[in-house]
């Protein structure tokens, strides 16, 4: 696996869509860089990291 990836690869790596990513990198959870063409890349090993703290699903009432 490449050590930074784009966005929408990450969000298959992780089954997540792109928006969740997005929120991450807002959120500040993301090591982000732009490539030569401008385009958003995420630390592969960081996506893993975060998705692994993360509980999936609505939370309960």
Same mark, same amino acid.
């Given at each position: 696996?490449? @050590? %930074? +990836?784009? *966005?929408? @690869?990450?969000?298959?790596?992780?089954?997540? &869509?792109?928006?969740?990513?997005?929120? %991450? +990198?807002?959120? &500040?959870?993301?090591?982000?860089?732009?490539?030569? &063409?401008?385009?958003? @890349?995420?630390?592969?090993?960081?996506? +893993?990291?975060? @998705?692994?703290? *993360? +509980?999936?699903?609505?939370?309960? &009432?």
């Amino acid at each position: 696996m490449r @050590e %930074w +990836i784009t *966005v929408k @690869e990450a969000a298959l790596l992780v089954g997540r &869509d792109k928006r969740q990513i997005y929120r %991450w +990198i807002e959120r &500040d959870r993301l090591a982000t860089r732009r490539n030569t &063409d401008g385009i958003l @890349e995420v630390l592969s090993k960081a996506i +893993i990291r975060v @998705e692994k703290t *993360v +509980i999936r699903g609505r939370p309960r &009432d």
